[in-house]
């Protein structure tokens, strides 16, 4: 069994009408899984559900090996789930530090030793440690909502649109340092609009179309098919 298993998902939000119908995600032990598709797609939607932000009327999701299907994202994220949210994701009027040190609070150990990889991961947190996060550049900003989710120690980080509103040399920066935390055995769940870049570097990537999967494949085989680069990726 994949390390997260989210079959068959079918819902939406509230007494709304379905926005997924029979979505399935899977993730391996430190694999790069990508979610794209056009706006509207369900893509935020289907993470989210994973993550448990909404009521699935079918379908289960499945984390190294437990059920977690009925479980609040606050038990989710002591199960081993990181998530970070296109916006809101920081405490804009707290220092760098301070939004590290929140990251931590589910953890009762000496969580020093964590900093210092984050520190290590992106030398920009490291430069801007004492400022108000909301001081910073939109690039550090994302470096630091991924950082602080990486406090929490998770097994699965899940990042909604981590490049939005970026430049494209900090967008490649991004990249590069998610390959890096996916090296160390963490898997990622990343939704991203900049499909071609994201599947460049995704191991597996998911195509969705209304809610429902369309492709799914490396994301070198994606890249590489004719109809996924002409529907969606410009030609």
């Known amino acids: 069994m994949s390390f997260l298993s989210a079959t068959k998902m079918t ?8 926005i997924l119908h029979e979505l399935d995600l899977t993730v391996e032990k430190g694999e790069i899984a ?31 090996g437990k059920d977690i299907t009925t479980l609040s994202p606050q038990e989710r994220v002591h199960m081993g789930m990181g998530f970070v949210p296109q916006v809101r994701n920081i405490f804009p009027t707290m220092s760098v530090r301070e939004n590290l040190e929140m990251g931590a609070f589910i953890r009762n150990d000496d969580y ?18 004492d400022q108000n996060a909301g001081e910073l550049s939109g690039g550090q900003r994302q470096q630091v909502a991924v950082g602080r989710a990486l406090m929490t120690q998770p097994k699965l980080l899940m990042l909604d649109e981590p490049t939005a509103g970026v430049s494209p040399i900090v967008m490649d920066e991004l990249f590069d340092r998610i390959i890096e935390v996916a090296k160390t055995g963490i898997s990622i769940l990343m939704v991203e609009q900049n499909a071609r870049q994201a599947l460049e570097i995704a191991d597996k990537g998911y195509v969705l179309v209304q809610g429902r999967n369309a492709y799914t494949d490396t994301g070198e085989a994606l890249l590489a098919n004719p109809e996924v680069r002409r529907t969606f990726l410009g030609g």
């Open 112 to 129: 020093e030793k964590t900093i210092e990889q984050v520190y290590e991961l992106f030398p920009a947190v490291y430069e801007k440690r």
């Open 34 to 64: 990508v979610i794209v598709g056009p706006n509207g797609a369900g893509k935020s939607t289907g993470m989210k559900a994973v993550f448990g932000m909404l009521n699935l009327r079918e379908g289960s999701v499945v984390l190294d």
């Open 11 to 18: 819902g939406g939000y509230g007494a709304g009408p379905d």
